[in-house]
């Protein structure tokens, strides 16, 4: 797959990352937040027979400006500089976890640029989006003693005592608990970093800013589709719930996966993004 790069100038920095393929313009949004995108280059390796596809940075990590503001507006405005520096007029979104979250709400401020957005297993947009039962499960799932061990890392981390260090061997150790089979997940990718100040500060914005996205998703007139992975921690009924406050938008359930649906069922991501444009 050949790669070009690109810069966007947004406010305060400049979001890097890379586009591939030729046709109807794709933008992927990673999860995290403050996590690297390059967990994603699978579904870009889906999506560019057929598709321009363009993934990048969020800010808070390299090869994007470390600087905030780490909050939805600012991640949404961050969007719209990409797309501009991309020269498309319009594109699909796709996003997974926080990625497709935030893909809701540029579907709020920005459908005149949006041909659809697809939320893969998605923090959803109704009542907590999910989170308080997501969290029991990714605990639940995993062994006692590892759970402890991580569980005290990430509160060193999340209390300011910690480093990113930290809560990158914290995700290590519940990287399993993504997984549909614990026994049988996908490795933690190498070059896995997080910014914990992006996490935190993102976070923060996006819980003040849920009441206002469920009172907007009626409005929003752009296709939607969700995937949700029947044996992800997220549960479904984020996405469900999600899609029954947005005219005309769909579910489907994917069997078999978790949190990362294309990694245990490769060509769902291709064949979603096929229904939104054949739509």
Same mark, same amino acid.
């Given at each position: 797959m050949s790669?070009?790069?690109?810069e966007a100038p947004v406010r305060n920095g400049v979001l890097r990352g890379w586009v591939a393929g030729a046709g109807r313009p794709v933008l992927l949004l990673h999860g995290g937040p403050g996590m690297s995108f390059t967990y994603m280059d699978e579904v870009a390796d889906e999506l560019v027979d057929g598709y321009e596809v363009a993934t990048y940075q969020q800010r808070g990590l390299a090869p994007s400006s470390l600087d905030g503001p780490f909050d939805? @507006?600012?991640?949404?405005?961050d969007i719209a500089g990409v797309l501009d520096a991309l020269g498309?007029?319009?594109?699909t979104l796709v996003g997974n976890s926080w990625g497709g979250h935030l893909a809701l709400h540029a579907a709020v401020a920005m459908g005149d640029r949006l041909d659809g957005v697809l939320c893969i297993d998605p923090l959803g947009g109704v009542g907590d989006g999910g989170e308080k039962e997501f969290e @029991? @499960?990714?605990?639940a799932r995993t062994p006692e003693d590892v759970r402890e061990k991580a569980a005290a890392l990430d509160a060193r981390a999340m209390a300011g005592e910690g480093?990113?260090?930290? @809560? &990158?061997?914290? &995700?290590?150790?519940v990287w399993p608990a993504y997984y549909a089979d614990w026994t049988a997940p996908h490795e933690m990718p190498a070059t896995m970093t997080l910014s914990l100040d992006a996490y935190a500060r993102s976070f923060e914005s996006l819980h003040e800013e849920l009441p206002r996205l469920t009172s907007s998703l009626p409005s929003v007139t752009t296709p939607v589709g969700f &995937?949700?992975?029947a044996g992800s921690p997220m549960p479904v009924t984020a996405s469900t719930a999600t899609a029954a406050a947005i005219p005309g938008a769909w579910t489907e359930i994917v069997e078999d996966a978790g949190h990362f649906i294309w990694l245990e069922q490769p060509g769902r991501i291709r064949a979603a993004v096929d229904r939104l444009h054949d739509a």
């Open positions: 790669r070009r790069d690109f939805v @507006a600012t991640h949404v405005e498309w007029d319009r594109t @029991a @499960a990714m605990f480093t990113p260090e930290d @809560a &990158l061997e914290s &995700l290590r150790l &995937l949700a992975g």
